[in-house]
Structures are given as structure tokens and as C-alpha cells.
């Protein structure tokens, strides 16, 4: 095809760069914002303090992490009494085991029980076990989580789906910079003879974060 | 005093588990390597309590600003504070990446 000669007429006013347009555009913030984030991003990689290569490196293992690391540890605590008391007791050494490092901050795993259910929460801001769970979810950054969690839990829980017995206690713990909850479901029920990978599907995020309990067994079949 | 990002026990709407998910952006988990960068073990250029002060410094603006975009006000300015940068800089960096921005975004 010559320079200038089209075959035929676009219905559309397309630009002239079609291959340089991405699939569909992530949404992106106000100019403004776009404008900043160039600005420090260029300035921290010509000051030599990060390359490109971290920043890409750093989003890797943030999508790395996530449900289904959760769950490894949540079922070796299930199903290995001495890492679970260990989890339990010094954290920071059972969570190497799976390459994890909370340092500067402290990890306290708490246990769900027929009489106790734990729930997670970050009135002040929106810290959360990240090293494990990756980026906390939209809804626990929100001001409507983050104010009711603490002073109505139950009604909370069944925004979530999560009605709990009267005669369960609920603790709520409120996390901060330097100390990070994870909960520790309870195991269901009839999965005694149950594979480490059967047990992994049950695990999800929010039943680490205390609002929901794990999968149901049905919503495994099929 | 209550700070504008202490929300605990205050009345708020209800929570929706279904619209009140986001699956983070490239953008946004751009902002947060950035952050988590700065925090890590080698660098330690700043704490989460450090990032917490910049927000918090915000006042009644804090509420205003979307979540990652309060993040990056933090590391701009924590990076002001630690010298690893001066505002001529980020001026100077500002008015280049905005030419270079504006250009792309109007096609030229």
C-alpha cells in the first residue's frame, strides 16, 4: 500500500498510531497525578536509588503474593501441629519456612475456634499482612470498613455473608504499622482424609482476614 | 484530636463485598512498588509510620485524594524530606513531564 492511498474510508477518527495504542487503557488517574508519579519515578531512577528493573521486579512479587500463599500456611497449620504452635508462637520463624519476611513489621497469626472468631481490620490506615496476601482489598481501605469493624462487627460480618452464633465471641483486632493479623480459620469438618491440595482450594482471603469463613465443602465439587 | 484518618467507630455507610472490590491498576501497583521500594531492607529511605504522618499531614484533604494518589503525595514528599531530592528538581522534572505528557495525550 502506497503512503497516502487508503482502499477505504474509516468510519471513525482513529489518530494515526493504531499499533501504539494498548488493547484497552488501564484507567488512569488525573493528569496531574500521572504528571507526579513520572516525575518521582524518573528522579529515584536517575538518582540511582531504584532501576526499572526493581520497579518491575517489586510488582512481580506483589502479584506473587495472594490467596493462594495464604493458604499454604493456613493448611500446614492444619495439619502440622508443631509449625501451627510455632506460627502461633514466633511467627517470623515459621514464616520463613515459606521465604516469607515481615520484617520491620511483626506478623500475629490468631486462631478461630468453636467459641472465638478473629476479624482483621486497620481503623487508621490500611495496614494488612501484605508479605502474605499481597494488596489489601478496596473494601478494607474504605472508611466504611475501617469504622464499623470496630463497633459492629456482627453486622459487618453479615454484610459479608458471616452470621455468627450469639454465643460466638468476636475479637476484632485493629492492626497497625509495625504489627499485622493474620487469622487462622478453623479446618472444616470432614476433610480428615483430605490432600494438602484438596485442603488449599477452602482457603480463601477473606476467610484470613476474618469476614467470611473458608469455602464450603460443596462449593468444592463439580 | 481525632485525625482525619481515624475512622474507628465512626458511623459509615455499609460495606458492599461485590462493588467495593478493585482489582489494582498497572498504575497503582507502579505507586506501590515505589513505596514498598523505599521501605525495603536496602534502602530504608523511609517507615510505614513516616508515610503515615505525610498522609495524615493532609488534613480534611485527606478524604479528597483517591488511595494511591495520597500514596505517591507521601513518597514525593517523604523524598523531599530525606533529601533525595529538592523541589527544583521535582519542578524542573514536573514541567519536562508534563510537556512530554500533554504532547502524547494531544497526539502531537
Redesign the interface.
Known sequence: MSEHHHDHEHGHDH???HDGKPIQE??????E????????????IE?G??SAE??RR??EA??SRGESLGAKIVVRAWTDPAFKEKLLTSSDDALREFGINM???ELCVVENSDDVHNMVVC?????YPRPILG?P???Y????????A??EPRA?LQ???TVLPDNKQVRVH?SN??LRYLVLPQRPAGTEDWTTSQLEKLVTR?SMIG?SDVRRLDELVG | MRGP?????????????VT???V????E??????M???FD?R?Q?A???ES?RM?ESLGEDYHKY????RW??A??WL?LEKA??TQE??DA??AE??AR??AA?D?V
Open positions: 489518530g494515526h498510531d488501564d484507567a488512569l488517574p488525573s493528569l497525578a500521572q504528571i507526579l508519579e513520572t516525575s518521582v519515578r524518573e528522579l529515584l538518582k536509588i531504584v526493581d520497579i517489586a510488582i506483589m502479584d520484617s520491620p513489621m481503623t487508621l490506615c490500611s495496614c494488596i482489598p478496596a473494601w481501605k474504605r472508611r466504611d470498613y475501617r469504622a464499623r470496630v463497633r459487618v454484610e459479608f455473608g485493629d504499622a509495625d477473606d469476614v | 484518618q481515624d475512622y474507628g467507630g465512626l458511623d459509615a455507610g455499609p460495606v458492599d463485598p467495593h472490590e478493585h489494582p491498576t498497572h498504575w501497583k507502579t505507586v506501590d512498588a515505589l514498598m521500594l523505599i531492607q534502602r529511605l517507615r510505614v509510620d503515615r498522609q483517591p488511595y494511591y494518589e505517591l503525595q513518597v514525593s523524598m533525595v531530592f528538581e521535582l522534572k514536573q513531564v508534563r505528557l500533554e495525550r497526539g
